[in-house]
């Protein structure tokens, strides 16, 4: 099973700024199949990034996606109050599919 | 627009048995796998496994194996989650959640259903 790691726990950052997500794979995911979710308190998660890199339907171009092999990087560009929540990285590349434990964007 | 509607929250005895739905509507439901995925409370997401609708086959995480029953009833567009056995710390919620054949993205995401096992 590939274990998903996810830096920092929580990142306390104010509107506007740049927003820097990890998630680290234990082995390479293969075809760069990942993804990256939003979840905000008691909402269900909303798919932003799938291939690493392509944004989801709606999502606006201050979501971006990258990497490939066992290191990729959420950015948000520029912080919208609406931005701040829980993100969660996904491989499924590798059956079980599994997440990363959350990146928590707080309001500094 | 693409829908997942999943039924309402339950409140079950440690030992009993629960069953989810997830209405699908907006596509063509045969079309797409459906998953099922756990959140306990404060926790992180957990995939449980999916559903062909098409053909009813399965695939389970093996830590689910043998007390989790995913089927569907392709007439009304529905699939569902049968938890068999709950222990307290089965309490969670579940989501269904849509994913292309070979490309296990979800989206949409149903809004959850609350499962509680208390005695």
């Known amino acids: 099973e590939i274990v998903l790691t996810q830096s920092p726990g929580t990142l306390s950052l104010s509107p506007g700024e740049r927003a820097t997500l990890s998630c680290r794979a234990s082995?390479?995911?293969?075809?760069?199949?990942l993804a990256w979710y939003q979840q905000k308190c008691g909402q269900a998660p909303r798919l932003l990034i799938y291939?690493?890199?392509s944004r989801a339907t709606g999502i606006p171009d201050r979501f971006s996606g990258s990497g490939s092999g066992t290191d990729f990087t959420l950015t948000i560009s520029r912080l919208e109050p609406e931005d701040f929540a829980v993100y969660y990285c996904q491989q499924y590349g590798s059956s079980p599919w599994t997440f990363g434990q959350g990146t928590k964007v707080e309001i500094k | 627009q693409v829908q997942l509607v999943q039924s309402g929250a339950e409140v079950k005895k440690p030992g009993a048995s629960v069953k989810v739905s997830c209405k699908a509507s907006?596509?063509?439901?045969?079309?797409?796998?459906m998953h099922w995925v756990r959140q306990a409370p404060g926790q992180g997401l957990e995939w449980m496994g999916w559903i062909n609708p098409n053909s009813g086959g399965t695939n389970y995480a093996q830590k689910f194996q043998g007390w989790v029953t995913m089927t569907r009833d392709a007439s009304i567009s529905t699939a569902y989650l049968e938890l068999s056995s709950l222990k307290s710390d089965d309490t969670a919620v579940y989501y269904c959640?849509?994913?292309?054949?070979?490309?296990?993205?979800?989206?949409?995401w149903g809004q959850g259903t609350l499962v509680t096992v208390s005695s």
């Open positions: 291939g690493a890199s």
């Open positions: 959640a849509r994913s292309r054949q070979w490309l296990h993205w979800f989206d949409p």
């Open positions: 082995q390479s995911v293969s075809s760069s199949y």
């Open positions: 907006g596509y063509t439901f045969t079309g797409y796998y």
